[in-house]
């Protein structure tokens, strides 16, 4: 059985940093792409970077690019976000999924099998 912890949430300042971690298990680590998203108040669900441990393909949503950086440890079966330069409108609850196209992921919530439970992240001064 699929499973992904998300962890490492929290309260920062703006243009503080984080970073979130993706514990996944029950399944072949490369065998599936991750993403992260991420969901405000009111808000639809909004992709913001895959990584796909297979072959190392990222992607990142404009509105992130440039401050937040996705990796994978693959002998830990985890996947890391780092979050720099932190806004206000960055804040809402983040979450990893996996998704078996792990040769040609995308950023739609949709394409994704499997979720985790997600980790809030409020940027606030």
């Known amino acids: 059985e699929v499973q992904l912890v998300e962890s490492g949430g929290g309260l920062v300042q703006p243009g503080g940093s984080l970073r979130l971690s993706c514990a996944t298990s029950?399944?072949?680590?490369?065998?599936?792409?991750i993403g992260w998203f991420r969901q405000a108040p009111g808000k639809e669900r909004e992709g913001i970077s895959y990584?796909?441990?297979?072959?190392?393909?990222?992607d990142y949503a404009d509105s992130v690019k440039g401050r937040f950086t996705i990796s994978s440890d693959n002998r830990k079966k985890t996947v890391y976000l780092q979050m720099n330069n932190l806004k206000p409108e960055d804040t809402a609850v983040y979450y990893c999924?996996?998704?078996?196209?792990?040769?040609?992921?995308?950023?739609?919530?949709?394409?994704?099998?499997?979720w985790g439970r997600g980790t809030q992240v409020t940027v606030s001064s």
């Open positions: 990584i796909s441990p297979s072959y190392d393909g990222t």
């Open positions: 029950g399944y072949n680590f490369e065998d599936y792409a």
């Open positions: 999924a996996a998704e078996e196209r792990w040769f040609d992921p995308t950023l739609l919530p949709s394409d994704y099998e499997f």
